[in-house]
């Protein structure tokens, strides 16, 4: 049985918030796919309520494609801590990070709610804007690292 990457990680030696390239793969035609790990909260410590991860969701999802361009998927965390991000091509950790605090700036600029109809979403009614405003706002404050290790 293969080992997932993301259980390979050392989750309690981490020090969250940080941005992590976590592996580029190779598309059997030459493509490259970049899959990041956006933590924003502290693995075994801290979970994202579920509204407001929701929210955060929704409203990465469309502002990353604003700042990043290229992205393929932002999904989040079984856990409730972060987002995975999958971007074509071997992105740098660096353009990641700026792209990714662009868009948290947007988030707390924001005054609704992207996709939050039934049509859009499969769970609309579990979407917080506050929410998703004060975990931007409190990673942004912290600032992401992009050594995972706080050092």
């Known amino acids: 049985m293969q080992k997932v990457e993301s259980f390979k990680l050392d989750h309690t030696k981490v020090k969250a ?3 992590r390239k976590c592996c580029v793969l ?8 970049s899959k ?3 933590r924003f909260l502290q693995p075994n410590s801290e979970t994202f309520g579920t509204a407001a991860m929701h929210g ?3 409203l ?4 990353l494609r604003d700042t990043l361009g290229d992205i393929i998927d932002l999904s989040p965390m ?3 801590t972060g987002f995975y991000l999958i971007l074509w091509g071997d992105v740098e950790p660096l353009i990641v990070k700026k792209g990714l605090e662009e868009a948290l700036k947007m988030v707390l600029k924001s005054t609704e709610m992207p996709a939050a109809t039934a049509v859009e979403c499969g769970n609309y009614k579990d979407l917080s804007l506050f929410g ?4 931007a706002r ?4 912290k600032g992401f690292a992009l050594n995972i290790y706080g050092e």
Do not use: S
């Open 17 to 19: 918030p940080y941005v």
């Open 26 to 33: 190779d598309g059997l035609k030459g493509d490259k796919v």
């Open 36 to 38: 990041f790990d956006l």
């Open 56 to 58: 955060l969701e929704h």
């Open 60 to 63: 990465l999802a469309t502002y």
């Open 78 to 80: 079984g856990c409730r």
């Open 132 to 135: 998703a405003k004060e975990y």
């Open 138 to 141: 409190e990673a942004l404050e």
